[in-house]
């Protein structure tokens, strides 16, 4: 069984701060890694995933996060943030044999942007 | 283009009375997941279904808890004979193909409220 671990609940930034949203994960098999983005009372919303190759993953408003195998782990870092970007933040994970039927979610991180 | 959208988006409900939430996916899709998300915790997977056929239901309840989606019209997720612990919110995603370089398209969320 999967499991995801998001150990900062909360994360406060100044803007044009840089800033890392911390996760790790377990899994006995290979996985697929996905960070979600879910705006107050919204669904959630794909900032960029894993599926293989390059472990420096690109998505969309500026996000990057990086695959360490060795480490189970895939940080979601921003090198200046918004005020926009507070949101609630998800790290998920996929058995590359369940074709993405059944994502495991974190807890999740709120990302606040302090003026 | 129309994303998924889910009805109602606050549901309020009274100790065993019946709730329904529904979900129509992006059009085109022809599969779709029921989440759950308590306050302060990520969603865990309910059910996945395509059309007229339940796919994998291991993340339901097993008593009270039913879910459809039939060849016409939104799937819909019953909660019969309600309690406060089904305080959460719902959210449905649908897919072309349950394949995980294939996203789910998140909706809003039905928030359910027991009073």
């Known amino acids: 069984a999967q499991s995801v671990t998001q150990l900062d609940s909360q994360v406060p930034v100044f803007e044009e701060a840089p800033v890392e949203l911390r996760c790790n994960y377990s899994?006995?098999?290979?996985?697929?890694l996905f960070w979600y983005v879910q705006y107050p009372n919204q669904g959630l919303q794909l900032l960029l995933k894993?599926?293989?190759?390059?472990?420096l993953v690109k998505g969309i408003n500026g996000f990057e996060a990086e695959f360490n195998k060795s480490q189970t782990s895939f940080h979601l870092r921003k090198p200046s943030v918004h005020i926009s970007d507070t949101a609630e933040y998800f790290c998920?994970?996929?058995?590359?044999?369940?074709?993405?039927?059944?994502?495991?979610f974190g807890p999740g991180t709120r990302l606040s942007v302090l003026p | 283009n129309a994303g998924v959208m889910q009805n109602p988006r606050h549901l309020v409900r009274r100790r065993g009375q019946e709730a329904r939430l529904r979900c129509s996916p992006v059009?085109?899709?022809?599969?779709v997941y029921w989440y759950r998300q308590l306050p302060e915790e990520g969603l865990k997977f309910m059910v996945y279904?395509?059309?007229?056929?339940?796919?994998?239901e291991s993340g339901m309840p097993k008593e009270r808890f039913s879910a459809e989606f039939p060849k016409e019209g939104p799937s819909i997720l019953r909660i019969q004979q309600v309690v406060r612990g089904d305080s959460a919110a719902y959210f449905c995603a649908s897919s072309p193909v349950p394949r995980v370089d294939q996203p789910q398209h998140f909706g809003d969320g039905t928030r359910l409220s027991i009073l």
């Open positions: 059009k085109g899709h022809s599969h």
């Open positions: 899994s006995s098999v290979s996985v697929y």
């Open positions: 279904l395509q059309k007229e056929n339940i796919i994998d």
């Open positions: 894993y599926l293989s190759g390059s472990t």
């Open positions: 998920a994970v996929s058995d590359r044999d369940n074709y993405g039927q059944n994502f495991v």
